[in-house]
């Protein structure tokens, strides 16, 4: 099966793109570097021939509110339009866990807007909502800085490896279009704090981590239960102690 892994050299694409070429399909990892750019459409009609799945794994290089919206907003249209062209029958999006909650955010404003267009589009499609992966709890501290520390909400947080998240996207990709969303998260919860402390101390790094009951997510409020899966996730089996020796052994920690 020809799948097009758009965002296919990212932290999830590239993962995902050797997993499917593992069980035999065609998996072509799709990129501005490869040629293929969803803003402008470049490259799309020639890729998409041919192609049954669409993966969409990218992101936007600039996190500020104008500039996210207008990336999900226009890769998404164009995705969705070449997509009908070609007759792909299933487009895979990776979205966020409690996205519909967080629209206080500019980030999330813009994944809400790219559910939505996939949503009203004719072509099948599944929405997957990941928890957070391992991989960006110092990223988070970075976007939660007040001053020189990082303030974070005590909330429950359910985060995942990277590697199950691209294992799970596989699954999806390869199965029939739920024209819904599926849930994924980690094996364990923790408190988003105390959890951040932990990567914060075995990078060492020495931000101090504040349990702020204020402080937001991404510029978001937050409940307890704003960033944790219903009851029907698909749960990852990597543990955060196992990935952190792993990641430390391969010295690929972000
Ligand atoms: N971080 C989390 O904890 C988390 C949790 C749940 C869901 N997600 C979602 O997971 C998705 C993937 O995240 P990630 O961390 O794997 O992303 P990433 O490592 O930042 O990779 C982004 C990919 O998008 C590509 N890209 C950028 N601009 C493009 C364009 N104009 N056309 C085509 N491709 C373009 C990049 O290509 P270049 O490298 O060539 O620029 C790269 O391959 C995101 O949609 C995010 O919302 C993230």
């Known amino acids: 099966m020809k799948i097009v892994v758009i965002g296919g ?27 293929i750019n969803t803003l402008t459409g470049e490259g799309l009609a020639e890729v998409l021939k041919g192609a049954s799945v669409v993966v969409d794994v990218s992101n936007s290089p600039s996190w500020d509110d104008a500039a996210v919206l ?10 969705l339009r070449y997509e009908a ?8 999006a990776l979205s966020v866990v409690g996205t519909d909650q967080l629209s206080e955010s500019g980030y999330f404003r813009a994944k809400v807007a790219q559910e939505k267009l996939i ?6 499609y599944t929405i997957i909502h ?30 995942m490896a ?13 199965g029939s279009p739920a024209n819904g969303i599926v849930e994924i998260g980690g094996p364990e919860q923790f408190r988003l704090d105390e959890l951040v402390r932990r990567r914060l101390a075995t990078l060492k790094d020495s931000r101090e981590v504040v349990a702020d009951p204020d402080a937001r997510y991404s510029g978001a409020k937050i409940s ?6 219903g009851n029907n996730a698909r749960l990852g089996e990597t543990r ?15």
């Open 162 to 174: 990277a590697d199950d998240v691209a294992s799970a996207v596989g699954k999806v990709a390869v």
């Open 130 to 159: 990941a928890t957070q992966f391992f991989e960006f709890l110092k990223g988070l501290a970075d976007i939660s800085m007040v001053g020189d520390k990082v303030h974070l909400p005590p909330v429950l947080f359910q985060p």
């Open 70 to 79: 207008n990336f999900f907003e226009t890769s998404t249209r164009n995705l």
């Open 85 to 92: 062209a070609a007759g792909v029958g299933h487009h895979l």
């Open 224 to 229: 307890e239960k704003t960033l944790v899966p």
């Open 240 to 254: 955060f102690e196992t990935w952190l020796t792993q990641s430390a052994a391969t010295g690929r920690a972000a």
């Open 9 to 35: 050299t990212g932290l999830i694409g590239s993962k995902l793109v050797n997993k499917l070429r593992e069980h035999g399909h065609e998996a072509v990892a799709a990129a501005p570097n490869t040629g």
């Open 119 to 124: 949503q009203e589009s004719s072509v099948p």
